[in-house]
């Protein structure tokens, strides 16, 4: 028997149905891009439990044992073609779900030692990570994602424990968390759903287990997601079934508020401003809904007895909700399903008694609402459907009995509408689908008798519209689907005979498109501590590591094995995954971390004894960077800190090292308003920090002799200057800042004196598309970073404080592209850092601050590949960093650990072969390079580089195994990572 086949008949189901109708894109002006991400009908939907419902980890470990014993020359060959006739083909990761944004795609995958969980790959790294191993010990969560909002995606997942609930991830293990239990009945969820990002939060559909399906709002974390109102009052009955979309200030949805049939509601996101739009006798259909916002109005497909099922407006007024067009007259049905816009007009399909279903347009008017193209004239249907809206034109699915089912494009007139080509000649189907755009271009999956299902991309016209390439060679084809674009690339799922159903990507060129990770395979390697968070403390250092119980525990090390130990374990509340930052002072160690309700918490740890003692809540603001924010500043016998209570809010409070007692140091916007200090930075005796005052808004401040003071007020008045990046230098700060005339620019400030000065206005004429300057690093008395000055694209510049020293280092990617420098480090007297350059890739670069000066300092990855450099660290006088080698025959050593003094790089192998190491987490700590890494017989442990002197060439060691490899250990979640 095949334990495979539940999951081959499902796949095969969906194949079956996926959408050649009903695979619409996501409204324009939404950050996160996906293809399908809501079910339809026929897909499959949570359990009410959200426990697992996969096949279990042994039974598909046992089934690959069984495979290679039965077909030995099929294991882990790369080129054969079909799989053995005894077994069917591999299934793969069976992604359910891909979804594009932020410079990462997400996506569902299952494994035979995580189950089904939610992964992501990293395009800038290339590496592909789980994000968090949710469901644990092999069940799956089956999470399924939501949306975008601020720096994260928010998607549902599920567990025992909790069912299916609201969960936020970042990308990274740490960053992914439960935002809230909202059915707090254990094991039942809420099957949150319909995210829309709304101005300063998000609006979803939940149940709570008593109101049943309402309508939520969220600003990501758990004390700020509520409940907006009940509109369905009686008990345990729901009122939220679909479609909510957002127009202008409001948000509007179907709702259920006391009959069976679907109202149209709209919400400022206040219980108040919620309401029904009441309209006589309107109803929206369900199993249609479908809303899409014009400049003036939203359309709509409402239903009335007079009218039937037509096309409506609305400007959430009820005088503004009107019949656009009774397409039918009378109570027939036009009914209009896949509605798109594109340009200034929505495209959809109706249907009439003389031309059947066929494409139609409207602006919202009803003299602009007509018949865009016949293409099966008389009653027959062409069924228009599947439109992907690009840049300048739409893409579509059409069928008629001389072409068969093809695709088709539209410049949103009749003349510009057409087919693009006739993939399957004369009456039979290439029945295109998984359409997915790009600029102008689209990506889509067509079928013919001699390639089967494969990748196809098209710029709309026959003679650039073509297969991209035959990723299962033969007719069995690679199926490519779920496909959607990111800055030109599109990610798919494919199978190419040998390793199922996978992660795969294309430049639209037969060698740009290849496997990016094999997920699916069976997991062998050993168990992982995953040190990371390595902070230096006095003779010592510290670390998060787990260990053999799953849990992440405190450790301190003095460079050597026997003395890397544990130092702490923090009390049972804790959530021990969650660790967000090391502090070290001396003998103690500040931790912050984050409790199983959510909340941030801040921990003493006395490193003589390892004992622990709670201090203060932290306040976090939702979807912030810990790296960014700095939410603590160190001194000589103290630490300032953003600390929380009900009184006065998120203020700054101050501990002594020695009693470990908080206080409020001063509580700077009065009362129980917040100044959520943050970017604390300590030079000297002044700590800089920024904070917000309904008197200035959010500005820089200076803390002396424990008296805060405004620094500078560079945006008068309470709106505030948005300042970060703070940089001190000397008595300086420099930051970046918005003055409301020259958009955010780079500011410097005394400590000495009040006030600060605009260091240059670098870009003086684009002010929308300002400078935008980043990465700001002192090579002594000057600073380097990155800016647009409208010109030459993101470059590298220096300043020294004022207009007349602040210059363009070197245009390194020549014209109005941008090199986008990043990881600006100093190393002895040189800057080095990451920058992308004409036909070189991303590369490592170094400067000593002028034009000769600047330069590639070797191309890793040969040709216009990119080594992809990364955690840029200073020792001494050399540079280490991590970057993958590829050959000039295309071959890739993988992502292992570089060094260089300026002139030659030098590399460290620890994986073997063309496996990668993925040194990350870098420490110097005395004479000793302390990191993280990979290697295949350890997993990713504690690893040290010792440098003994001049002309002797440093070696690698394994430092400390926290984690061996013993047979009762079940791997747990890791950061194992394929790519290319």
């Not at 080698?885 to 890739?892: F, K, R």
């Amino acid at each position: 028997m095949d334990v495979r086949v539940g999951l081959d008949v499902g796949w095969a189901c969906e194949k079956k149905c996926r959408g050649k109708r009903y695979a619409s894109p996501r409204p324009e002006g939404q950050e996160l891009r996906a293809i399908s991400t809501m079910r339809q009908p026929w897909e499959w939907a949570p359990s009410r439990t959200g426990r697992c419902t996969s096949p279990s980890a042994a039974a598909v470990v046992l089934l690959c044992a069984v495979a290679l014993a039965f077909c030995p020359e099929h294991a882990g060959a790369q080129g054969a073609s079909d799989p053995p006739a005894l077994l069917p083909a591999n299934p793969g990761a069976n992604i359910r779900q891909m979804v594009a944004g932020n410079g990462k795609v997400f996506f569902n995958a299952t494994n035979a030692i995580y189950g089904e969980e939610l992964w992501v790959y990293d395009v800038e790294k290339g590496e592909v990570t789980l994000t968090r191993d949710i469901a644990r010990w092999g069940a799956s969560s089956n999470a399924e994602v939501l949306d975008a909002f601020r720096d994260a995606i928010y998607f549902r997942a599920g567990t025992s424990n909790y069912g299916t609930e609201l969960w936020k991830s970042d990308g990274s293990e740490v960053g992914t968390q439960l935002v809230l239990d909202i059915n707090p009945e254990f094991g039942q969820p809420s099957i949150p759903s319909f995210m829309v990002p709304f101005q300063d939060h998000f609006i979803f559909v939940a149940d709570d287990g008593v109101h049943g399906s309402e309508l939520w709002r969220s600003d990501g974390s758990a004390s700020n997601t509520l409940m907006i109102a009940d509109v369905n009052q009686v008990p345990g009955e729901g009122a939220i079934t679909f479609c909510p979309v957002r127009f202008r200030d409001l948000l509007f949805f179907r709702a259920r508020h006391s009959s069976e049939e679907g109202e149209l509601w709209c919400t400022d996101g206040t219980p108040e401003g919620t309401r029904r739009i009441d309209v006589d006798g309107l109803a929206i259909e369900g199993y249609l809904c479908r809303m899409v916002p014009l400049d003036d109005c939203l359309l709509f497909g409402g239903r009335t007895e007079e009218s039937g099922l037509e096309l409506w407006r609305t400007d959430g007024t009820v005088q503004g909700t009107t019949l656009v067009a009774d397409i039918v007259p009378g109570p027939a049905d036009s009914t209009p399903i896949e509605m798109a816009r594109s340009g200034d007009a929505v495209f959809f399909q109706a249907r009439d008694p003389a031309h059947g279903a066929e494409l139609w347009r409207s602006d919202g008017t009803s003299e602009g609402t007509y018949l865009m193209a016949d293409f099966e004239t008389g009653q027959a249907s062409s069924d228009p459907g599947a439109l992907a809206v690009a840049k300048d034109r739409f893409y579509f699915v059409a069928g008629t009995l001389a072409h068969g089912r093809e695709l088709y494009v539209s410049d949103g007139t009749p003349g510009g509408t057409h087919l693009v080509l006739d993939i399957m000649p004369e009456s039979e189907s290439g029945d295109p689908y998984a359409i997915a755009t790009a600029e102008s271009r689209a990506f889509f999956t067509a079928e013919t008798p001699s390639l089967g299902e494969e990748l196809w991309i098209t710029d709309g016209t026959p003679e650039n519209t073509r297969m991209v390439s035959d990723i299962w060679p033969g007719p069995n084809g690679g199926e490519p689907f779920r496909t959607v674009t990111l800055d030109g690339i599109a990610y798919f799922q494919a199978n190419e005979g040998i390793h199922g159903q996978e992660l795969w990507r294309s430049d639209g060129t037969a060698t740009g498109t290849y496997l990016i990770a094999d997920i699916a395979q069976p997991v062998t390697t050993p168990p992982s501590s995953e040190p990371y968070m390595l902070t230096a403390n006095g003779d010592e250092f510290c670390f998060v590591a787990r260990e053999k119980d799953g849990q992440w525990r405190i450790w301190r090390s003095d460079g050597t094995t026997e003395g890397t130990v544990r130092l702490c374990d923090l009390p049972a509340d804790y959530r021990a995954e969650a660790f967000l930052g090391l502090y070290p002072a001396g003998g103690v160690l500040y931790a912050l971390c984050m409790t199983e309700s959510g909340m941030a918490q801040l921990w003493r740890v006395d490193c003589a004894t390892g004992d622990s003692t709670s201090i203060a809540r932290i306040a976090l603001a939702p979807g912030e960077s810990l790296s960014e924010s700095g939410p603590l500043a160190i001194m000589k016998s103290s630490a300032y800190f953003r600390g929380v209570d009900s009184e006065h809010g998120a203020e700054l409070w101050k501990v002594e090292h020695g009693s470990g007692q908080p206080r409020l140091l001063h509580d700077i916007n009065p009362g129980p308003a917040s100044a959520m200090p943050r970017n604390l930075k300590s030079s000297g005796e002044c700590v800089y920090f920024v904070a917000h005052t309904d008197e200035y808004g959010e500005e820089v401040w200076a803390l002396e002799e424990d008296k805060p003071r405004i620094l500078a007020d560079v945006c008068p008045g309470p709106q505030g200057s948005a300042p970060g990046s703070l940089l001190p230098v000397g008595d300086d700060v420099y930051f970046t800042a918005d003055d409301g005339v020259h958009g955010p620019e780079i500011w410097v400030a005394s400590r000495s004196a009040s006030g600060a000065h605009l260091v240059a206005d670098i870009n003086p004429t684009q002010h929308a598309k300002a400078t935008r300057p980043s990465s700001l690093t002192a090579l002594g008395d000057t600073v380097y970073f990155a800016a647009n000055d409208a010109v030459h694209g993101v470059e590298l510049w220096m300043t020294r404080g004022n207009a007349e020293n602040t210059t363009l280092v070197k245009d390194v990617f020549s014209g109005p592209a941008s090199s986008t420098p990043e990881m600006l480090t100093v190393s002895g007297d040189k800057l080095y850092f990451r920058a992308e350059s004409a036909n070189l890739g991303v590369e490592l670069h170094v400067s000593d601050g002028t034009e000769q000066g600047t330069y590639l300092l070797q191309d890793l990855a040969a040709g216009p590949a990119s080594s992809h450099p990364a955690a840029l660290y200073a020792m001494a006088s050399r540079l280490v960093f991590s970057a993958c080698m590829i050959t000039a025959d295309g071959q890739s050593a993988g992502t292992e650990l570089h060094w260089t003094d300026g002139g030659n790089v030098m590399e460290f192998e620890l994986h073997g072969g063309t496996g990668s190491s993925h040194p990350d987490h870098f420490l110097i700590f005395q004479n000793q390079l302390v990191f993280s890494a990979e290697s295949d017989f350890v997993g990713r442990e504690l690893w040290s580089i010792t440098w003994t002197g001049p002309g002797v060439k440093p070696e690698v060691e394994l430092l400390k195994d926290i984690l061996p490899p013993e047979i009762d250990v079940f791997p747990l979640a890791s950061n194992t990572r394929s790519g290319r």
